[in-house]
């Protein structure tokens, strides 16, 4: 007995997979359109390629699988998804969808928002591979410009930053508060006097691009802690190690529960942090790179809405 399987084609493997899935082989016959006949000869055919009994067709007038066909069915299922996922990949690039999306998003965008446009977009664009990254500052704008991402959404930058290549959409922006822990000086003194923040360790986020290196967004103390992402900064204002400005989204359960203050600085009050959708004018977004930018754009129309009702 050769140890050496043949290779099935597709089409053994349709039947095989239709005959499990109906009970029958007459009942494969009527979903197929072909004769019982056919049906069987197939089924044949594919044992023979393989070597192997698939079905039991002596001891119970439906067939049964064998061991062997219950080994062979999850590799069948495997090899159809695939086929499947291929032929349906193949029909989004001739209709012009892409194969994949890089996006790159603010630090600062509320996890929610995220959360909300990734899920829609799975079952929107089943087929498409995203790739997503995250980044603070210019670090989203140089992403974009270096094509390591296609689309991003991003923080205000200085007008040096901005470049002519660089197409900007509109897309909400989210509040930004100072807070500090409630045993920090500033949480205790309550009402501070001008210059009080400058007194104490701010904790900022680190940039880490050129487009902006050198420039400070909203830092008004000399003394500064520079992390690298939210979850280090939000972790050490807990601590009270430091004050600094948080996307309300991140912190308003710290704020319910009293974990955190907002703190009343004169020179650091609540502030608005404008995002902005941005891709390279000579690489515009295709089909679905272009829906993302819409959905995040109806989320910013959507709360601009609720804040109005």
């Known amino acids: 007995m050769s140890t050496n399987p043949g290779t099935p084609t597709l089409d053994q ?38 070597g192997v009994s698939l079905f039991d067709r002596e001891s119970t007038k439906r067939p049964q699988l064998t061991e062997a066909g219950r080994a062979v069915l999850s590799e069948a299922r495997t090899i159809s998804s695939g086929i499947d996922g291929l032929r349906a990949k193949v029909k989004g690039l001739l209709q012009g969808i892409e194969a994949e999306v890089h996006l790159v ?4 965008l509320p996890a929610a928002r995220i ?41 205000p930058l200085p007008g040096r930053a901005t470049s002519d290549s660089i197409e900007r959409i509109g897309v909400g922006s989210v509040e930004l508060v100072p807070v500090a822990a409630p045993s920090h ?25 050129p487009l902006t290196q050198g420039i400070d967004f909203a830092v008004v103390s000399p003394r500064t802690w520079r992390l690298a992402d939210l979850g280090s900064k939000l972790m050490l204002l807990r601590e ?38 941005i891709y390279r004018t000579d690489s515009p977004p295709g089909p679905a790179a272009a829906w993302l930018i819409s959905r995040f754009r109806s989320q910013a129309l959507e709360e601009h809405g609720a804040r109005s009702f």
Not at 19 to 26: E, I, K, L, P, R
Not at 191 to 208: E, F, I, M, T
Not at 257 to 272: A, K, Y
């Open 115 to 155: 959360v909300d446009a990734l899920k829609v977009f799975r079952t929107e664009f089943p087929t498409v591979s995203l790739h997503l990254h995250i980044e603070a500052l210019g670090a989203v704008t140089q992403l974009v410009l270096d094509r390591v991402a296609g689309i991003g959404i991003t923080g």
């Open 13 to 50: 493997l349709r039947v095989f997979l239709t005959v499990v899935d109906v009970g029958s082989f007459a009942g494969a016959a009527r979903r197929l359109g072909r004769a019982t006949s056919v049906i069987s000869y197939s089924i044949a055919n594919l044992e023979a390629q393989l």
């Open 185 to 209: 000086p500033l949480a205790l003194a309550r009402a501070n006097p001008p210059g009080a923040g400058r007194r104490h360790v701010q904790l900022v986020l680190r940039d880490r691009s």
């Open 105 to 108: 998003v603010d630090v600062m």
């Open 240 to 277: 009270g190690i430091g004050w600094g400005n948080m996307p309300l989204p991140m912190v308003q359960e710290d704020l319910d529960g009293g974990r955190l203050v907002e703190l009343d600085l004169p020179d650091s009050r609540r502030g608005t942090y404008e995002m902005e959708a």
